[in-house]
């Protein structure tokens, strides 16, 4: 069975932003996005990690991370015990979600713009 030529497939470009400090760690990204959204939803980085199939120690390891590399607390223990106790994101860690959404956001149209002018035109 032949292939369609390439000008009459439709292609899209990928890429995926992340930021790093000087050393080269990683500080924010898309994984982190998504652990803090489950902190969020569930009120608890233990659920948070069950969602993920990964470990408290390995959940807490990252967010941990992140907030020694950025110098801000993302996530404080709510009090209550056990049935009223968890987790929830201190405003600094909403506020860099919503700009690490946006950045991503500006970084896909941006790469879906240059695809289009540079790569497929050419295809034509």
Do not use: C
Not at 32 to 61: C, F, N, Q, T
Not at 69 to 96: C, D, M, Y
């Amino acid at each position: 069975m032949a292939s369609k030529p390439v000008n009459q497939r439709k292609l899209a470009v990928r890429s995926k932003t992340w930021i790093e400090d000087e050393s080269g760690e990683v500080v924010f990204g898309a994984g982190r996005l998504r652990i803090l959204e489950l902190v969020a939803r569930y009120g608890s980085i233990h659920a948070a990690a069950k969602e993920l199939r990964m470990s408290y120690r390995a959940v807490w390891g990252k967010i941990k991370a992140t907030e020694d590399r950025l110098g801000q607390p993302l996530v404080r223990r709510k009090p209550g015990g056990t049935r009223r106790g968890g987790s929830e994101l201190t405003p600094f860690a909403e506020n860099i979600m919503d700009r690490f959404r946006q950045l991503q956001d500006l970084v896909e149209k941006e790469a879906d713009d240059l695809f289009l002018n540079a790569f497929t035109a050419g295809l034509n």
